[in-house]
């Protein structure tokens, strides 16, 4: 497992199955981890005997994301992972919950650059128009603005 240093962006998952959202992050504090290991005995067909090592792991660490509610803000808070997974079965990372930026996908790297800069694009005052009819196509705007 890649222990992540301070200031390492990462991927956070959407807790949400198939929504898809996922939300950038910056590592702020070293992760403290905490870890224990079992061996499960499993009897299988023709008294056969397999042995499995599992491993619970817990991380926490601080990270900090911009968010807006009437301001821009920076908010610090405190990120928790706990996970139970077999050492002895390969796990790609991208299945974890939280996982380095540099090992996401292209398309998610890209979706989230673009989301962000669009985000932060928001943080000063623009004015905007719009012509067209609106999503139910009950009423048409029309903007008056002169070019």
Same mark, same amino acid.
């Not at 992760?31 to 061996?39: A, G, Q």
């Given at each position: 497992?890649?222990?992540?240093?301070?200031?390492?962006?990462?991927?956070?998952?959407?807790?949400?199955?198939?929504?898809?959202?996922?939300?950038?992050?910056?590592?702020?504090?070293w992760?403290?981890? @905490?870890?224990?290991?079992?061996?499960r005995t499993?009897?299988?067909v023709?008294?056969?005997?397999?042995?499995?090592?599992?491993?619970?792991?817990?991380?926490?660490?601080?990270?900090?994301?911009w968010?807006?509610?009437?301001?821009?803000?920076?908010?610090?808070s405190?990120?928790?992972?706990?996970?139970?997974?077999?050492? @002895?079965?390969?796990?790609?990372?991208?299945?974890?919950?939280?996982?380095?930026?540099c090992?996401? @996908?292209n398309c998610?790297?890209?979706?989230?650059?673009?989301r962000?800069?669009?985000? =932060?694009?928001?943080?000063?005052?623009?004015?905007?128009?719009?012509?067209? =009819?609106?999503?139910?196509?009950? @009423?048409?705007?029309?903007?008056?603005?002169?070019?």
């Open positions: 497992m890649c222990i992540q240093v301070p200031t390492t962006q990462l991927l956070i998952q959407d807790p949400v199955p198939n929504r898809d959202c996922h939300i950038g992050a910056q590592q702020i504090s992760p403290k981890i @905490e870890y224990s290991r079992t061996t499993a009897s299988g023709n008294n056969t005997t397999s042995h499995s090592k599992n491993m619970n792991l817990k991380l926490s660490f601080q990270i900090m994301t968010v807006y509610d009437g301001v821009f803000q920076r908010l610090n405190q990120h928790e992972l706990k996970y139970d997974f077999d050492t @002895e079965k390969l796990l790609p990372i991208a299945d974890l919950p939280v996982y380095p930026m090992y996401a @996908e998610v790297q890209s979706m989230l650059l673009r962000g800069k669009t985000f =932060w694009s928001c943080r000063k005052r623009l004015y905007v128009s719009y012509s067209g =009819w609106d999503f139910n196509r009950t @009423e048409q705007f029309v903007s008056l603005m002169s070019k």
